[in-house]
């Protein structure tokens, strides 16, 4: 041992707080839809022809308010990106290893992080075809949709 | 010690935007709130986004917990590609937001600059939070957070328990008739003052003298300042409220140290020392007689009246005598919060600068029903925060006081 650090005390502490979120109405709205009718939709900037998922009240780009334009989008996209996580964390929406991707749904321009299940980790690949799959019982988060498979 | 501080050019504020304070915002999410107060802004100073060079933006830690707000909120702010800065300093934040949008404009690297503070307290756990600015080590087991009785008990100790008590209700009910007057109100009760000895025996308890009634609330709400350089201000606004000078006074995080070592020889607080020195570098004798208004952070009806002493350097038990005499109300000698104050709104990281804003639209006389009468060309505005800390501004309507300055 150190002879320097002897008798250095550590002191402990603990944070512990409880929090709750406001979605807003626009991202209420986008929550019930998911829950109640297993849909996703996104919103769209006229200006900047994009559209969002999950949604927001503004274009990041020109400040639009764009909350009521909404856009029904496909419940199957494409893969543009992928991980394997590989490591256990408290954080974590599944035990090791498990794919987080990027899945640009069918009339999106925003990729949107998912989980993608029901293959292998190896397998997955950019370009992959997924659908999405619902979660059974409402949570009132994104995770109403619970994963994505391969089509 | 008090060194000249000249700008290297003026600055003023050219927008003020507010949201209504409230404790029930669950329409909005954060960057939708925000966006509520920067649309005012923007349109208070007839300006859009491509005018506004950078962006400064902040509120409380651990309040939300959430970890870089700042990027969530440019959808709110506007602030995508632009220069943005967050700054989080606890109750002060505010008005830091302010000094440091000041700051930027005058040094030169940016013309016109926004300031955003917000906060949505009934998204988080505020005393939790609170007590995580004790220090770990000695004061983190052994505090109250926010909740202090000690400056009751130093004024009852000091003015006897019935003068006191009387007082600091007095100054409540005064704060709280002036809140009645502004629409942004998250708390106006219409208090009276028939109600004054059943709300002093009768007012929850929550830490020694300190009842429920004379602390502030926890609001949701976002204040929005829009500052420019003087060059660009007189092209962009008939009503700049000029930003002469502003002082930070900072201290150690300590309950032991913060009000005295010893009760015979009180150290002066952080409020006094910035009054003191802010106002002898601008050649203020009678901050009374000098100031218009004052924008103060107040966070219970206590601190408010114990505080009234140190920013208007008052000796004895004048600052009762003048409480007593209405001199704080509108209407009166030196009119303080005429917004009602923090007692009446406190999202805490929008808070301190709520307080310059209230003061500025005091200056251009556009503060609507609780705008003070007479003419307003100079006010004073104060932050507080941490166990103690202060951030103190003085506005003018004119530049005349620059005349054999040079
Ligand atoms: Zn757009």
Known sequence: MNQENKDCYVVDGKLALPYQYFAGRTGSRFLISLRDKKKIFGVKCNKCDKVFVPPRQTCERCFENISNNWVELSDTGEIVNFSVVRYEGKHLPRKPPFVLALIKLGGADTPMTHIVEGIEPEKVEVGMKVKATFSDEPTNTILDLDHFEPV | ?406
């Open chain 2, 1 to 406: 010690m008090n060194k000249k501080h000249k700008k290297n050019r003026n600055v003023a504020i050219i927008g003020v935007g507010q949201t209504v304070y409230s404790s029930h915002r669950e329409d909005v999410n954060q960057p939708e709130m925000i966006h509520e107060a920067v649309s005012l802004a923007l349109k208070d100073a007839g300006l859009t986004m491509d005018d506004i060079d950078c962006v400064v933006h902040g509120n409380m830690e651990l309040f939300e917990m959430v970890h870089q707000p700042d990027m969530w909120h440019t959808i709110g702010d506007g602030a995508y590609g632009k220069s943005a800065f967050r700054l989080t300093t606890g109750g002060t934040t505010g008005a830091t937001l302010v000094s440091a949008a000041d700051n930027l404009v005058a040094s030169g690297m940016y013309d016109v600059v926004m300031a955003v503070g917000f906060e949505k307290l009934q998204e988080g756990h505020t005393t939790g939070g609170i007590t995580n600015m004790a220090d770990p080590l000695w004061t983190r087991h052994l505090q109250t957070g926010a909740l202090t009785g000690a400056t009751a008990s130093y004024m009852i100790q000091e003015f006897g328990e019935e003068r006191a008590k009387r007082a600091a209700m007095k100054h409540r009910i005064d704060m709280d008739k002036h809140a009645v007057l502004n629409p942004n109100s998250h708390r106006s009760f219409g208090l009276d003052y028939d109600q004054m000895d059943d709300l002093i025996k009768n007012s929850p308890q929550l830490a020694g003298e300190l009842r429920l009634i004379h602390m502030c609330s926890q609001s949701d709400g976002a204040c929005v300042v829009i500052m420019a350089s003087e060059e660009k201000a007189k092209k962009l606004s008939n009503k700049p409220v000029w930003i002469r000078d502003h002082i930070t006074i900072h201290r150690e995080e300590n309950f032991s140290t913060m009000f005295t070592y010893d009760m015979d020889e009180r150290d002066p607080t952080t409020h006094r020392v910035a009054a003191e020195r802010l106002f002898e570098r601008n050649g203020i004798k009678d901050p009374v007689e000098y100031f218009n208004v004052f924008e103060m952070y107040d966070p219970s009806s206590w601190w408010g009246l114990d505080w009234l002493r140190d920013f208007f350097l008052l000796e004895g038990d004048e600052v009762l005598t003048m409480v007593e005499s209405d001199d704080f109300k509108i209407g009166g000698k030196i009119p303080v919060n005429p917004s009602g104050g923090v007692t009446s709104a406190n999202p805490i990281g929008a808070t301190a600068m709520i307080r310059v804003a209230e003061a500025a639209l005091q200056v251009r006389g556009d503060a609507g029903g609780h705008q003070v009468p007479g003419e307003v060309n100079h006010a004073l505005a104060s932050g507080f925060g941490g166990t103690y800390w202060t951030v103190l501004f003085m506005l003018e309507k004119n530049l005349d006081w620059q005349k054999g300055e040079q």
